[in-house]
């Protein structure tokens, strides 16, 4: 099949967002100006540079409470926030934190998630996460948006501290299999990692 996006579609549900798999989840925590805690995940998620570490969150829509949802808000006054791996033990309390609550309310608390600080910043780290990515806000892109009274916004950091659980490294190396990461897929579907295989680049010299 075949349409134009800025026509109708014939199928039930946009495909878009099951084209594009699967997806990280960047499980973001924040602090407000006011210092509430915030925690959410994101799935237009991804790293964009090594040197220096560089990613990118994009938050769109509105939430029922405000204009901008409580993350972006949060990143505009305080230029730093936390990316979070969720895994696949953790993965109820992700799912919980997407829930629209208030800006008043700490969805570390609604998902009963126990906090850690964070070394260089101020918004905490979710404790049972295996991997946090420490991140201060480079640049904010806004990105084209249909609705009006909405907008769409790219979020760019870099990493400034990486924190990886002990047990998830096995001979100096990420064991993906100990981590465990979920990622999104279309429609409610999510999904662990499944066969690994290695390709070696013959033309490189080292
Ligand atoms: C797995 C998953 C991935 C999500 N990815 C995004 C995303 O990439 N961008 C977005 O704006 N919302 C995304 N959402 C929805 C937000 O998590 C949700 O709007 C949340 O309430 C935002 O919280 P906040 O207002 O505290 O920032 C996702 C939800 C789930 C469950």
Redesign the pocket.
Known sequence: MFFKTDESHPLPHHPFKACIVPRP?GW?STVSAEGIG????????NGVAQNPPQLM?????K?PHADT????QNIENTKEFVINIANYDLRNE??R?????HPNTD?ADVADLEMTPSTLIKPKRIKNSPIHLECVLTQFVPLLCDSESERNTAIFGKVVGIHIDDDCLVDGKVDIRKVNPIS?LGYKD?ATVGDLFQMNAKWRKS
């Open positions: 989840i973001v915030n925690v959410a995940p994101f799935s237009f998620f969150v994009a938050v769109n829509g939430t949802k409580d993350t972006l992700m799912f934190t997407a829930a629209p609550e969805e999104r999510y």
